[in-house]
């Protein structure tokens, strides 16, 4: 078997894997592996906008209290009240850290680090570099890597599956796309922090690698996956492209308007209005459209307008630059002069791997960080600059736990049987067909097709029934996928083949919880069960692999500090 072996074995590296390669670098005797399938930097992370939550001012009013309630209120008192705790105090010193780390955050008159508001959040609390904090971010955390040795990067290999035996991580199996090599990598430790699924959608803000595989594999491996019902529509998608328009737009004082220049948040939430969390803004925008006060937009995505106008050039080109350009360059609009075209888009999955508060999941030596994970911090619907603030604790935690495994555990575990790794080498480069009936494009249209059009911001039993049976029939065809492509080397077709195979493995966990919770919490909004239903659903979905599909199970949410109220 062509073996690596690593103590540490890092699957992402967007925030979470980055900010996991940090904290473990640090200790020289660890040897540490960071694996991405596309280029190190070219993760979901760098498209990071807006900012990253933390209390920063307290002298000036703002608390961890203030910053926990908001975030149990934002997600519908689904999160874990320990894990909201434990995050925000931890906040502060990340901020701190990267600012050590070289990051040029943005900076108020007086010289302190500046912080601008965002949605559900009673306090301006996200800390911004320009309207491109994941980029600067991701880079201050590569550039520290670079003083540390013993970093082992693997950048375009993708890993097809990950291997537990009798509930020990082994290892994974990679396929290099610049050489088209297949090999075993065993490691002490694994770290998932694969990031997000949302290219389930059509419609999203999620770069095209966005495909759950992490998550997916997972799943396969008999690790459950939490809450993934719970998937987050931001209220502000690029018309059509779907590219977001960051919530600092709204924070820095953008409007939303219907096509009768009317600032319809006022009827929604006149306190907070379009500040208010996304979850309530994306229903208040599908409300107009679908009664006629938006516009006609391409391809059935009617829109409202994200006004800018009114904050003048000066403050557009300070403070959202970013926007402006991709406003320009995407819909030949120039905001400062013109509203820009919007709807609510996917944008951010609050389910994932089943983790506590550390980051652990049920495998000893498995842990998960970042978007790809769920230690419910975020419940049923997600704040806004509290993602990239998960991605660095969550990293930092997790980076440290496998480093104290590692100094544990001296010897490797015992290698898998060699056929485990030629039989996954098998399914890898011999299952889909040249001559296949099936094209791996259309399958992932019709699957977003059916996602955009059924288990979007509002939700019924009867969609979400044919959804779930469209998934299946999906899920029937993907033997028969055709792959032309019979090369090892940038094999595009295979990739995309792989992928799609995991979307679907997740679309149907995310349709069957779905269906199952017959209430409306957070991002879940259902028409026919319109109230949230704290008796009999104040409780995480798991959903555990099976060959005939997930199997439910629930497990309670840890309330320590607030009991549910009603989400005004
Ligand atoms: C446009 C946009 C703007 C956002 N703005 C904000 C914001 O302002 N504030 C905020 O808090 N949050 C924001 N978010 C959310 C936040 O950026 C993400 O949730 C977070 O950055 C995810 O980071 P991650 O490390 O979990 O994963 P990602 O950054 O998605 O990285 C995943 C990594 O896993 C690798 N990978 C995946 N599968 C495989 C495989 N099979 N083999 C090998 N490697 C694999 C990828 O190559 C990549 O390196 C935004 C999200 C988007 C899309």
């Known amino acids: 078997m062509n073996t690596r072996s690593h103590d540490v074995i890092i699957l992402g590296s967007g925030l979470a894997g980055l ?181 389930m959608f059509g419609f999203t803000t999620h770069s095209y690698m966005a495909t759950g595989d992490g998550m997916a594999m997972a799943y396969r491996a008999g690790i459950p996956i939490k809450d993934l019902e719970f998937l987050q529509f931001h209220p ?43 979850d309530v803004v994306s229903r208040a925008e599908t409300t107009e459209i679908v009664e006629g006060r938006g516009f006609n937009g391409p391809g059935g ?57 550390d980051g652990a999941t049920p495998v000893e030596n498995i842990w998960a960080a970042g978007e790809t994970a769920c230690g419910s911090l975020h419940g049923g619907n997600r704040l806004g600059s509290n993602s990239t603030a998960e991605c660095l604790v969550w990293g930092q935690i997790t980076g440290e736990k496998a480093a104290s495994y590692v100094s544990g555990h001296k010897s490797f575990p015992a290698l898998p049987g060699e056929e485990k790794s030629k039989q996954e080498e098998a399914r890898l480069f011999g299952r889909f067909k040249a001559d296949g009936k099936e094209k791996s494009y259309d399958i992932r249209k019709e699957l977003q097709k059916t996602m955009d059009g059924q288990l979007s911001v509002y939700r019924t039993g009867p969609e979400m029934e044919a959804a779930l049976k469209k998934v299946k029939e999906l899920k029937q065809r993907v033997p028969d996928m055709q792959v032309k492509d019979r090369g090892r080397i940038y094999n595009t077709d295979l990739l995309s083949a792989m992928e799609v195979e995991n979307l679907l493995d997740l679309a149907e966990v995310l349709v069957t919880g779905a269906l199952a919770r017959t209430e409306s919490r957070g991002a879940h909004s259902r028409r026919d069960f319109t109230k949230r239903d704290d008796i009999n659903w104040l409780k995480h979905t798991l959903a555990y692999w099976t060959p005939d599909g997930p199997r439910l199970d629930y497990i309670p949410v840890t309330i320590t500090m607030w009991q549910p109220v009603e989400k005004k």
Request: with cysteine; hydrophobic share 40%.
């Open 301 to 357: 995505l009617d829109y409202v307008h994200c006004d800018l106008r009114h904050l003048g050039a000066d403050k557009i080109n300070e403070r959202l630059p970013g926007i402006r350009e991709v406003a320009m360059r995407f819909n030949f609009i120039d905001p400062i002069f013109e509203p820009i075209p919007i709807r609510p888009v996917a944008h951010y999955c609050m389910g994932g791997i089943h983790t506590n508060i």
């Open 236 to 278: 502000t998608g690029l018309v059509p492209s779907g590219i977001l328009i960051t919530e600092a737009a709204r924070g820095e004082g953008g409007y939303l308007l219907n096509n009768k220049g009317e600032r319809f948040m006022e009827k929604y939430a006149p306190e907070r209005m379009e500040l208010s969390p996304r």
């Open 19 to 199: 900010r996991a390669a940090v904290e473990i670098a640090r200790n020289p005797d660890i040897d540490v592996a960071i694996i991405s399938k596309a280029q190190l930097m070219r993760s979901n992370s760098v498209g990071a906008a807006g900012g990253t939550a933390a209390v920063m001012r307290p002298e000036d009013g703002d608390s961890f209290e203030l910053h926990a309630w908001d975030t149990v209120k934002g997600a519908d008192f689904l999160a874990d009240q320990d894990v909201i705790m434990r995050f925000v105090e931890a906040m502060p010193g990340e901020i701190l850290r990267l600012e050590h780390w070289g990051i040029p955050w943005a900076r108020r008159t007086d010289g302190r680090i500046n912080q601008r508001p965002f949605g559900g959040h009673s306090y301006p609390r996200a800390t911004f570099a320009s309207d491109k904090t994941g980029f600067y971010e991701v880079h201050a955390l590569y550039d520290t890597l670079q003083k540390y040795g013993g970093v082992n990067v693997y950048a375009e290999v993708y890993i097809s599956s990950i291997i537990i035996e009798d509930n020990i991580f082994r290892g994974v199996t990679a396929w290099d796309l610049t050489t088209g090599e297949f090999f075993f990598i065993q490691g002490k430790t694994l770290i998932i922090a694969s990031g997000g699924a949302c290219r």
